[in-house]
């Protein structure tokens, strides 16, 4: 959910309607839980690194060579 900032009815409206409906907290965080999946497990943050590198790599290599 998302609320302006420094808007403190706002906040407390969101987290009243979090409090009353279970299907949206359930909801959220199930999407909460697929975006760490998705973002923060071990092997997603190991490709992202180690694909980066390769990208450098190849930059490197082209820069050599060119």
Known sequence: MVV???DSAA???AICKLADNVTIRLE???RARAYAEA???RESIL???FGA???EA???VDDAVA
């Open 53 to 55: 590198t390769e990208d």
């Open 11 to 13: 906040l407390a409206d």
């Open 47 to 49: 490709e992202r690194i």
């Open 39 to 41: 973002n923060f497990e």
């Open 58 to 60: 190849v930059a490197i």
């Open 4 to 6: 302006p900032p420094q």
């Open 28 to 30: 959220l965080g199930e």
